[in-house]
């Protein structure tokens, strides 16, 4: 009877959002709730979210992130404040067992007149698919062990869960929103961008808070990959204290495989995990015709293959669509640049940060408006991806509390609140998405729907195969 009543919930909600996608949707909502619990200021440096590991030289600052185009290796780093150390990494499936080893290099940096600590960063490939793996970094009575779980075997009906997070910073807020990330059971974050804000201090603070922000993400970075992707906090262009290269400090700190996808920069890569083919944007990069990125997307989004990766997945900083007073219209730039191919390949879903606050918006383009002609008005576009702006994470610039008034046709719910978004892949033709509020302390559902997957529900035999499956679940249950 509990089987029966499950199917027949899930062939009703199938049922609902089906209806829901042929009328459109209803209209846009607008959330009143604010949360204003903890002030956007940054956590103070000897408070223990930032504590420094026991033991001298003690590896600090750990994060993976995915090594390869395909899920089998990753990339594991660490800082050492002393000295160099060994950039060995000891790894096996057997915990307190490493069976085997990898060799890395160290490098550091300075900025102004901070010196880094020495970065380390080990590549570890020829892992097997859906295994555990236990880690050893460090020397002696120093050394430290993690351990990390990879992903399924490129497969379309591989079930995967991902974290979304944004603009994260090192408040309170920050530390409730990666708290409730890490209750949520996903397996892998897809960072939007602005990772430390340590842009915000000045001279020799600027490399400290780079460091504090690093313990402060390695209790969640050190056990799962997270994606990065580079935001405007990460430029650090500050010709008053002679520090001119953009993203210095964070390509530095934070490798990306971009070689595996044949990007000339670690800015703009792609990967494929589990069923989803993932693709990270630079929105400060150039990007218009003829340049690197856009040659390399255009080559890239060829070779999405949908049999083997169904989701396809873009993160980037800017958002295109945006109905917040703060960086409205920032994104118009990459829209006319990109929109088109979006639309043309399917993508799924399209997540974005910069804007301190959430919004998803319905399936819209604007592809047909130019200088001379057409109608400038976004319109419904079942090609089109969900544009879903998750910038929210809870940095100390505080929340961008103004929406435009009135809301966009476009703009299905907005809410400036902080927290995080999941996306719950579960086979090739849906997924469950999720925006959690951080609500008084408390992580609250408070934005969710099903994601159908655009390939498939297009495919016309794949449609038919749906309603027959519907129709007989349904009349079975009835019967």
């Not at 609902?16 to 009143?32: M, Q, R």
């Not at 050893?136 to 075997?153: D, H, L, M, V």
């Not at 603009?167 to 409730?176: A, H, I």
């Not at 700190?253 to 589990?274: D, E, F, M, Q, V």
Request: aromatic share 14%.
């Amino acid at each position: 009877m509990e089987k029966m009543r499950l199917l027949l919930h899930l062939a009703l909600t199938t049922a609902i959002v089906l209806l829901s996608d042929v009328n459109g949707g209803s209209a846009g909502i607008t959330s009143k709730f604010i949360r204003t619990e903890w002030p956007s200021i940054d956590i103070p440096l000897d408070n223990e979210a930032f504590a420094v590991p026991k033991g001298h030289n003690s590896p600090q600052q750990v994060h993976i992130t995915q090594g390869d185009y395909d899920g089998k290796a990753v990339i594991i780093s660490w800082v050492t404040s002393h000295e160099p150390g060994p950039s060995t990494v000891s790894y096996g499936t057997s915990e307190d067992k490493f069976d085997f080893t990898a060799e890395g290099t160290v490098n550091n940096y300075t900025f102004y007149q901070y010196k880094s600590g020495y970065i380390h960063q080990c590549l570890v490939d020829g892992l097997e698919y859906d295994s555990k793996y236990y880690y050893k970094i460090g020397s002696g009575n120093s050394s430290r062990e993690f351990w990390f779980q990879t992903p399924p075997k490129i497969d379309p009906d591989a079930s995967y869960k991902f974290g979304i997070i944004g603009d994260l910073g090192q408040t309170y807020n920050s530390l409730s929103t990666l708290e409730h990330y890490m209750e949520s059971g996903a397996q892998t974050v897809l960072f939007l961008g602005d990772l430390s804000y340590a842009d915000r201090y000045q001279f020799i603070d600027v490399g400290v808070r780079w460091d504090s922000w690093g313990r402060f993400v390695e209790r969640s970075a050190a056990y799962q990959p997270w994606i990065w992707s580079a935001g405007n906090h990460e430029i650090e262009y500050m010709p008053y204290m002679g520090e001119v290269v953009p993203f210095k400090s964070y390509l530095h700190r934070y490798p990306t495989p971009h070689l595996a996808s044949k990007s000339s920069s670690p800015l703009w890569y792609a990967i494929r995990r589990a069923s989803a083919h993932i693709i990270v944007l630079s929105s400060y990069s150039p990007f218009v015709k003829y340049t690197p990125q856009w040659e390399w997307l255009r080559e890239e989004l060829k070779k999405v293959d949908r049999e083997k990766t169904p989701w396809l997945i873009v993160l980037m900083h800017v958002p295109i669509y945006n109905s917040n007073e703060a960086h409205f219209m920032e994104g118009e730039s990459m829209r006319a640049a990109f929109e088109s191919w979006f639309v043309r390949y399917k993508v799924d879903v399209v997540f974005a940060g910069h804007v301190h606050a959430y919004e998803r918006s319905y399936r819209i383009s604007n592809q047909h408006y130019n200088i001379s002609s057409g109608d400038c008005f976004p319109v419904p576009d079942k090609s089109a991806p969900v544009y879903i702006t998750v910038g929210d994470g809870g940095n100390q610039e505080g929340l961008a509390g103004k929406f435009r008034h009135p809301q966009p046709d476009y703009s299905a719910f907005r809410e400036a609140s902080y927290g995080h978004s999941t996306l719950e892949i579960k086979n090739r033709t849906h997924a469950f998405y999720h925006w959690n509020r951080n609500d008084d302390g408390k992580k609250v559902a408070t934005d969710s729907f099903i994601l159908h997957n655009q390939y498939w529900a297009s495919n016309r035999r794949r449609r038919k195969l749906n309603k027959h499956y519907l129709r007989s679940v349904v009349g079975g249950l009835f019967a």
